[in-house]
């Protein structure tokens, strides 16, 4: 499962911010509620980018504990 709780002194690159924001958002994401890309783009402020929360939620890991069905 992706790590999204990082200590405060560890410098993190934008690239793993938006995966944290992303991580964070799709987590709280209740069960048996359907969101789509776009609207969790939104929802972690990522602007517009479905596909690339499309593609990111593709890549996680077997036994992934997050609400997907990517």
Do not use: F, I
């Not at 924001?21 to 929802?43: D, F, I, M």
């Amino acid at each position: 499962m992706p790590t999204v709780n990082q200590p405060a002194e560890s410098a993190q690159s934008p690239a793993d911010m938006r995966r944290t924001a992303l991580y964070v958002t799709l987590a709280q994401v209740p069960e048996g509620c359907v969101v789509s890309y776009g609207e969790l783009a939104h929802l972690a402020g990522l602007g517009r980018a479905a596909r690339w929360v499309g593609r990111t939620l593709s890549q996680l890991p077997e036994g992934t504990q997050l609400p997907c069905t990517a």
